[in-house]
């Protein structure tokens, strides 16, 4: 699969990209991320990107040019836009990505892109959540952090990711490792026990449990409640 992200700092992508399971998706070719540098395209000789709002207010606009020539070539691709006020990023929305051939991630920075860009070259805008960053470099990484993990061959075991957390809308239960007592903090019994139907049990209402307490949300939302 191929990931364009078209951002004003590529240099960001340094770390995210050298690290972990997004960097063995790229070194085992499951995974090409082409970085376009938005700066390329910027206008005159300080190579703008960016200008005050028109009807005036606080901060700066994306212009249309640099980000009209950065996606002029990757108008055959699904492209997505990263902002505050896109529609939140769920494990749905990286399965849909992760089945794709060709995705172009565009992060944008400043107080908003104008509108025009938009309306013409963007499919999608998705934001990481009701808070406000100061660019879209994040949401990015995150996607394609999120999509690596699902390309076939990459995790090792394709059981994992498939049993996990918001798979079927609920989060994930407690786990524990060896040793069985640290200092007195002890395991809960049942884990200790062997007896595959109470422990499966258990886990079960943790999952409830947990998901009653933190994010109710997603029990009103599910769609098969059989757990
Ligand atoms: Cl995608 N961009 C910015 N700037 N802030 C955010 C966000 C994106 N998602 C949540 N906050």
Do not use: C
């Amino acid at each position: 699969m191929r990931v364009n992200v078209v951002t004003m700092f590529p240099e960001w992508f340094d770390g995210p990209l050298s690290i972990s399971i997004v960097a063995r998706a790229i070194e085992d070719g499951a995974l090409v991320v082409e970085l376009v540098d938005l700066r390329e395209h910027g206008l005159g000789r300080h190579r703008q990107l960016d200008d005050s709002p028109f009807g005036g207010g606080p901060g700066m606009v994306m212009m249309i040019e640099p980000l009209a020539a950065a996606l002029e070539p990757l108008k055959d691709t699904h492209r997505v836009l990263f902002t505050p006020s896109g529609e939140p990023m769920s494990q749905e929305t990286l399965d849909r990505w992760a089945e794709t051939n060709e995705v172009t991630f565009v992060s944008g920075r400043y107080e908003g892109v104008d509108q025009r860009v938009i309306d013409n070259f963007i499919d999608e805008e998705v934001s990481l959540g009701d808070y406000v960053l100061a660019g879209g470099e994040v949401a990015a990484a995150a996607a394609i952090e999120g999509i690596a993990r699902l390309l076939p061959g990459v995790v090792g075991n394709p059981e994992s990711t498939e049993k996990e957390s918001f798979r079927d809308g609920l989060l994930e239960e407690p786990v524990y490792t060896r040793p069985a007592d640290f200092e007195g903090w002890t395991v809960p019994e049942v884990l200790l026990s062997g007896d595959h139907g109470r422990i499966e049990e258990w886990r079960s209402q943790q999952r409830v449990e947990r998901t009653r307490q933190r994010r109710p949300d997603l029990l009103r939302n599910r769609k098969d409640p059989d757990t």
